[in-house]
T-cell receptor, first 114, second 112 residues
Framework: NAGVTQTPKFQVLKTGQSMTLQCAQD?????MYWYRQDPGMGLRLIYY???????DKGEVPNGYNVSRLNKREFSLRLESAAPSQTSVYFC?????????????FGPGTRLLVL | EDKVVQSPLSLVVHEGDTVTLNCSYE??????LLWYKQEKKAPTFLFML????IEKKSGRLSSILDKKELFSILNITATQTGDSAIYLC????????????FGKGTLLTVNP
């Protein structure tokens, strides 16, 4: 199992450009999440999808859209990137681990908006 | 608004020391509290706590939850340089929707 995968690993955008961050999981999990992590800020929830066909806003949804394409894939789109969106983006899916239910995280996408 | 406060924000110790990391929270629809370790990549899961007073243990790491006083602690005994990381606390505040609210983390540095 690959777990949670994300592409790209790193991206540089100019202000106003658009892009889509891709996320896929092969663990047959229903729920998936997008977070951003900024220095000294912990992880903040952008959007989540409790199941295929549903999406909901998290703490910081402005400037983003999401698509739950199928059970495996959950993408995050920046329609018009801004420097404030420079961050590390993590995708996660929710499932059971030996020590309890958790979210499994992908390796992250580092985004720089100039 | 849900609130999670971790302390200290950073900590420097020597190998072999014991450390205690703190997490206090105020969240609605509390169901559980999770601890993660983050090195230079994605967070990795350590523990999930649901009941007060029951210690969870994994090797040199242990954690306990107090639902009355709304806090949790993570203990690491006989620290090693490989324990250097950011430790994140995250109560599950979404009820049946299962949403995690993360604290800012504690940066632990273990020197040889």
């Amino acid at each position: 199992n690959a777990g949670v995968t994300q592409t790209p690993k790193f991206q540089v955008l100019k202000t106003g450009q658009s892009m889509t961050l891709q996320c896929a999981q092969d663990m047959n999990h229903n729920s998936m999440y997008w977070y951003r992590q900024d220095p000294g800020m912990g992880l903040r929830l952008i959007y989540y999808s409790a199941s295929e066909g549903t999406t909901d806003k998290g703490e910081v949804p402005n400037g983003y859209n999401v698509s739950r394409l199928n059970k495996r894939e959950f993408s995050l789109r920046l329609e018009s990137a801004a420097p404030s969106q420079t961050s590390v983006y993590f995708c996660a899916s929710r499932g059971l681990a030996p020590l309890g239910e958790t979210q499994y995280f992908g390796p992250g996408t580092r985004l720089l908006v100039l | 608004e849900d609130k999670v406060v971790q302390s200290p924000l950073s900590l420097v110790v020597h190998e072999g020391d014991t450390v205690t990391l703190n997490c206090s929270y105020e969240v609605t629809n509390f169901r559980s509290l999770l601890w993660y370790k983050q090195e230079k990549k994605a967070p990795t899961f350590l523990f999930m706590l649901t009941s007060s007073g029951i210690e969870k243990k994994s090797g040199r790491l242990s954690s306990i939850l107090d639902k009355k006083e709304l806090f949790s602690i993570l203990n690491i005994t006989a620290t090693q340089t490989g324990d250097s990381a950011i430790y994140l606390c995250a109560p599950n505040s979404g009820g049946s929707n299962y949403k995690l609210t993360f604290g800012k983390g504690t940066l632990l540095t273990v020197n040889p």
